[in-house]
């Protein structure tokens, strides 16, 4: 049996406006080539196909920015525990990870030019296991993510001493 989950921390909600921003730029990624492809069933005369891939662009478009980032934004969130770090994410599949303390090897605050210019920072958490990231929290305020990586760094650091 599982253990009830502690008290996760959220994130800001400037984190709902990056995740917004990037869900904008799939839908223009994923959406110009169904306009495309609608541009040419309308130069093709095939009117009720280029009308039903405009509505699939929008359908799509409309998952992406609206319902797709406000679901993640509620479903990501962490907690730092005694002996591990907690993180909860994901909008189809909802995952709990836990990343033993002493397990932390190193982890490191990335900023991308959006979240840059929000003021925000995503904390990458990694293990010994060497396949990269093991944890990942994005959409924290530049400072949280400070306090975060400041607070693992240090428990590791105590564990080892």
Do not use: K, N
């Amino acid at each position: 049996m599982s253990e009830a989950l502690p008290p996760i921390e959220r994130l800001t909600p400037g984190a709902l406006t990056l995740f917004r921003l990037e869900g904008l730029i799939r839908a223009g990624l994923y959406g110009l080539p169904v306009a495309g492809l609608a541009l040419a069933m309308l130069v093709a005369e095939h009117l009720l196909w280029a009308l039903l891939a405009l509505c699939l662009a929008v359908v799509l478009a409309l998952l992406l920015c609206l319902w797709y980032p406000s679901r993640a934004w509620r479903s990501w969130g962490y907690a730092v525990r005694e002996h591990d770090l907690l993180i909860t994410g994901g909008v189809l599949i909802h995952q709990v990870v836990s990343i033993p303390a002493g397990r932390i090897q190193h982890v490191d605050i990335q900023q991308g030019p959006i979240e840059r210019a929000l003021g925000l920072a995503r904390v990458r958490v990694y293990t010994a296991s060497g396949g990269g990231a093991d944890g990942v929290i994005p959409g924290l305020a530049l400072e949280t993510a400070d306090a975060l990586r400041e607070r693992l760094v240090r428990r590791e650091a105590e564990d080892v001493v």
